[in-house]
């Protein structure tokens, strides 16, 4: 069983950064991918970025390539979504998950956090 809770959210102007946070409890946490998704309304759940158990290996969005950066710090059961150059469209909320399997696929994620509101204002 892993419990995420997100943190991070808030409003900034476009251009600007943010950093999310999502901290796992559970001693497997290292065990598990981890994802970012995000959704706004009316849409379907995005996935946003992936990172693998060991920290190794990660995957982008295409819209999100080069401007998001997911880590992990498995000795503090986090994981990261820094995010630069924010543009409106980023505008969401988003959902950390820890996955196992087929992870560019949203079933494959069995834990979810409660997700926190990303606002980019133009």
């Known amino acids: 069983q892993v419990q995420l809770v997100e943190s991070g959210g808030g409003l900034v102007q476009a251009g600007g950064s943010l950093r999310l946070s999502c901290a796992a409890s559970g001693r497997t946490f290292s065990s598990y991918v981890m994802g970012w998704f995000r959704q706004t309304p009316g849409k379907e759940r995005e996935l946003v970025a992936v990172?693998?158990?060991?920290?190794?290996?990660?995957w982008y969005a295409e819209s999100v390539k080069g401007r998001f950066t997911i880590s992990r710090d498995n000795a503090k059961n986090t994981v990261y979504l820094q995010m630069n150059s924010l543009k409106a469209e980023d505008t969401a909320v988003y959902y950390c998950?820890?996955?196992?399997?087929?992870?560019?696929?949203?079933?494959?994620?069995?834990?979810w956090g409660q997700g926190t509101q990303v606002t980019v204002s133009s």
């Open positions: 990172i693998s158990w060991s920290g190794d290996s990660t």
């Open positions: 998950a820890a996955g196992r399997g087929m992870v560019l696929v949203q079933s494959s994620y069995d834990y």
